[in-house]
């Protein structure tokens, strides 16, 4: 009965000292602000903000293949305006590592904001498409992610374009 009762209060503080550890981490949190401000242009531009539990770089990544159409696309070769800043509007270095990865030296800030557009010039059900009549934005062609933090929940904003234009959101889930 001494022992159990010595254990109680053992397994107690292990598990406060866990939760306390766990909430002084920072969760990674992720927006997304997608602008179709110039459909003539073929071109979709996407706002990254992304507050990261990472110490000097982080990695992001874009998908190679899209669920149900399984060839490789090579979507980060649509990406154009690449540009990183940390959350006061300072630029930070970055390298494109391979195809569809770049790595962000944040020098310890833990908020990125990545500007970048994305070609939709293709009417095809793999990749996005944007003109004057409509546009169609494909999740893997739009979206970074954190390596290995695929399943990271993002928020999202999508801005249309301005009235005036024959282009009106249509929303399906």
Known sequence: MQQRKAFCPCLFIAFFLMSITASAQQK???HFNVL??????????RTMKATVNNNNTVYLKMPQ???????IMHYARGVSH?????????????NKTIDNSWAIKTNGNGHVVV???????SAFIATSFM????????????FLYIDKHIQTPFSLTIQPIKAGTALQPVWML
């Open 28 to 30: 990674d949190t992720i």
């Open 65 to 71: 293949w899209t669920p149900g159409y399984y060839q």
């Open 115 to 121: 500007d970048y557009d994305v070609r939709a010039d």
């Open 82 to 94: 690449f540009e990183v800043t940390d959350d006061n509007d300072k630029m930070l270095e970055w």
């Open 131 to 142: 003109d004057t009549t409509h546009a169609y934005v494909s999740p893997a062609v739009t």
């Open 36 to 45: 179709l401000s110039n459909p003539a242009s073929h071109s979709i531009h």
